[in-house]
Every structure is written in C-alpha cells, then in structure tokens.
C-alpha cells in the first residue's frame, strides 16, 4: 500500500515539474533572444511528463506496452524529418499539419473511449458524466481541428487557391446545421449511455458532421486570414486535449491542454487585433480573395530603379530602415540583408529593421530569419516602437511586404483592411520596393505605396537584388 502511495507523490511530482517547465518555457518564446531556450525547457518538461504517465501505466499488459513503444517509435520517425528538412517559409504549414494531428489523434482517442466502454455504458470510474461529456466535447472540437487544419495547410501550401470557397449565403446556414447535426448526435450517445450504449453509428456520424464541419468552417476563409486561423485551431486542439484528458484521468493532458488552449486563445487575440479584425469576422470568412487592382479603376505607373541607384541613395542615407516581408523569407535573403547592412554601418549609415506583428504568414516569422542571419536584436524594432520615426528617415528599403506597408488602411475607408495597423513606410523621404511583380500581396489587394512619386520599384528575386546592391555599395 505505502509503495503504491509513494509512486503516486512520484507521478505526481513529476507532472508538477513537467507544468512548471511548460510555463516557464512558454515565457522564453515571448523575446527571440530567449526562444530557443524556451523551447528546449518545454521539450524537456514533455519528455518528465511521458515518463511519469509511462510510470502510472507500470501494471499495463505486455500487449499495451508494445503498442506504446510502437507508437513512440511511429511517432518519432514522423514527426522529426518534417521538423528537420521544413524551410522557414513553410513553417506556418508544418504548424497547420502538427496541430491537425494533435485533434486527429483526440478525436479517435474520444472513439476508442467509445468503442472500449460499449458506447460508455461500461465505464470503470467514477464519475461517469465526466468522462462521457469530455470524451465528446474532444470528439467534436478534435474532428473540427483536424479537419481544418487539413485544409489550413493545403491553402498555405498553395494546394489549394488562397481564395475564400464557399456556397454564398447558404455556407453559415450549412455550418449551423453540421453544428447542431454534431450537438444531437453527442446528446443521443450521452443519454444512450444510462441504457446500455447506442449504436457506434452515433459516434461515426459525430465525427463524420464534425469533420465537415471543420472543413466548411476554414474553406470561406481567404489565405490572408490562414495565419490567425491555425492559432485559433491550435487552441481548439488544446481544449479537445484536456477534455480528453478529463476523460481519460489524466492530468498531464488536462494541464498541457489547457495551457495550449490559453496561449493559443490570447495569440489567436493578438493577431485578430494586429489585423483590426474581429475573430467571428474571421471565421465568417471571404477575406483575402479581393482581385488586385486599383479599386477606382484608374491607371497607375510605378517608377521602376537600378541596384545602382538604390545602392546610391541608401549609401548618403542617415538612417535607412529595412522592413521584411514575406518575400525575403521566400527567397532567403536575410544573409544577403545582413551583408548589406553592414557595408551601410560601415559608410556611417543607421540600419534598423521594423516588424511588423503579422508579417510573413506567423508571428515572429520575421524576427527568426533576422536573428538566423545574426542580425543584433536591438536592431530589430516593433510597429509601436519604429512608426513614428519613419517620418524622420531617408530610406525605407521594402523586401517583400505588401499588406503591412499599405497606406489604405489608414486613409480607405473603403479598403478592405481599413483600420489594420500598418507600418507607416509612406511617410519616409524615400521608399525602395524589392518585387519579383506587381502583383498583390496573400490579402489580394493594391498597394498605393507602389505608385507613390517617392516609391521607386526595385524587381526581381529579392536575394538577387540585394546581393546587387551590395556590390553597388562595394564599389562606391
């Protein structure tokens, strides 16, 4: 009796260094400087929390222990290529794929529940309400996650147009149907529970309505929004798990899912805000799919420039800020920026970086290329802390922004991101454009910054054009 009651304070001590390591973890990854870190504390503080559960299954048969190693084994040799081969610019989608396997895997661990307890008519603890009303809420919301972080992934992959798909006015009619489809079939196993179990065709078509759900859900949303859509399911994914971890009486689940489903609310919150967009707005969907154009149907001219010209202008410069887009990250040109900055510093010019909180297709997308390429973090400065020194600077130099650098959002009421946040790059003295096209920006809408009579276009691959403007530079 007293080995059990020891082995239980050691389970449980282990759960509560395991918490204390994903907190303290999850506080590293709010600076770059201490993200890494962060990271490491918290893979550490999973790895003490998979040895304590380990711990507390020690009596499982031989059969289950089998299949946890199996698992483990299957686990691993999935998930650490993609985590090692994946490029920075495809990151967003490595997140989208984890975070739909994480509610794929609560949702068939709700059916295995099922399946195991004869339609939980047969349950071994006490109290039951819990478990079948965790079971199911991890069902529903864990079908959902899966399903459309599935297609999350497909539209950031460009798998699928980044354009809103949907059935016109029918789609939330559709949704709300799916919804309550889902919501009946949960209450019928929930009551069937009391009376020997119900079909498992209950529990099928809970998960079959759920997950279309999930993909009705996510296909109307534009690829704009796709970044604050798989925070938002990556906090669905967090609630599944602990509910599934009240189910299951497992306080590692119920923990680690809370806390997932906190971070990922509050960021979900953040991004929706940097965005000036309500999240019900969001997942109303059809943003992001505009046609680019004008919008009043006039002709607009850029003024095209050299690497010689841009090398010039920058080089007699005070002070020059770089804004990073998602271009940069595509054509992996923070080594090339760095190079660049230093031969500025090295003429006496001020090199300063300004990001902005959505650039690129995540939060702090920018911030980790820059620091990849060893670019000082103190350079690197938020939208509040650089936007009211545009006004005072000679030379913005843009590498593949488009959305964050648009002055319609604070001057077009009609515009579609009127009252988004912007970095405030029209009020430089100069402004340098890197582009392969005039093409639009992932929101599929003109940029007026472009036509400005103080914009000049630089186009081409941004890494190119910025290793030209370097030997430009060299040779003054």
């Known amino acids: 009796m007293h080995a059990v009651d020891n082995m239980t304070y050691l389970v449980n001590g282990l759960y509560i260094v395991a918490f204390s390591m994903f907190i303290y973890g999850l506080m590293g990854l709010t600076g770059p400087k201490t993200a890494v870190r962060g990271n490491q504390i918290a893979a550490v503080g999973m790895a003490i929390a998979v040895v304590a559960t380990l711990i507390s299954v020690r009596h499982a048969a031989m059969l289950n222990w089998i299949l946890i190693a199996a698992g483990l084994i299957v686990g691993v040799a999935l998930g650490v290529p993609p985590a090692i081969r994946t490029k920075m610019t495809e990151m967003p989608q490595l997140v989208a794929a984890f975070n739909g396997v994480g509610g794929g895997t609560v949702a068939l661990i ?11 008519s047969q349950l071994h603890e006490e109290p039951t309400i819990h478990i079948i009303i965790g079971s199911l809420f991890a069902a529903v919301i864990g079908s959902v996650s899966f399903w459309g972080s599935i297609i999350a992934f497909a539209k950031l992959q460009e798998l699928l147009s980044g354009k809103p798909i949907s059935v016109g006015r029918l789609q939330q009619p559709l949704n709300l149907i799916l919804l309550v489809g889902a919501i009946v079939c949960a209450v019928v196993i929930g009551l069937g529970a009391d009376n020997g179990g119900v079909s498992q065709l209950w529990m099928i078509g809970l998960l079959v309505l759920a997950g279309v759900l999930g993909l009705m ?25 602990a509910a599934a971890g009240l189910a299951l009486n497992n306080t590692a689940m119920i923990v680690a899912g809370m806390i997932v489903g906190a971070s990922g609310t509050i960021l979900t919150n953040l991004m929706a805000k940097a965005m000036n967009r309500s999240i019900p707005a969001i997942v109303a969907g059809g943003f992001g799919g505009a ?58 010019v001020e090199v300063k970086y300004a990001i902005h909180p959505v650039a690129g297709r995540m939060p702090g ?64 003295k100069s402004v340098i454009v890197l582009k392969r096209s005039m093409n639009s920006g992932f929101a599929g809408i003109d940029n007026p910054l472009f036509y400005a009579d103080h914009t000049s276009m630089l186009f081409g691959d941004a890494k190119k054009s910025v290793g030209a403007v370097t030997e430009e530079l060299k040779a003054l």
């Open 110 to 120: 709700a059916w295995a529940e099922f399946v195991d307890s004869a339609g939980f």
């Open 291 to 348: 046609v680019a154009g004008s919008g009043d149907g006039e002709a607009k001219t850029a003024k095209a420039t050299s690497a010689a010209d841009a090398a010039i202008q920058m080089a007699y410069a005070n002070q020059v800020i770089v804004v990073p887009g998602y271009g940069m990250a595509v054509a992996q040109a923070q080594h090339a920026v760095k190079e660049m900055a230093l031969l500025l510093e090295g003429k006496g």
């Open 365 to 428: 997308h920018m911030n980790v290329l820059l620091a990849e390429a060893e670019v000082s973090y103190d350079a690197m400065k938020e939208m509040d802390d650089i936007n009211g020194e545009f006004n005072r600077t000679d030379v913005v130099l843009v590498i593949g922004a488009n959305d964050v650098t648009n002055p319609a959002a604070r001057d077009d009421k009609s515009s579609p991101i009127y009252g988004m946040p912007v970095l405030n790059v029209d009020q430089a």
């Open 217 to 241: 859900v996510v296909l109307p949303i534009g690829g704009a929004d796709m970044p604050v859509v798989i925070s938002l399911l990556n906090a669905l994914t967090g609630l599944s798990a």
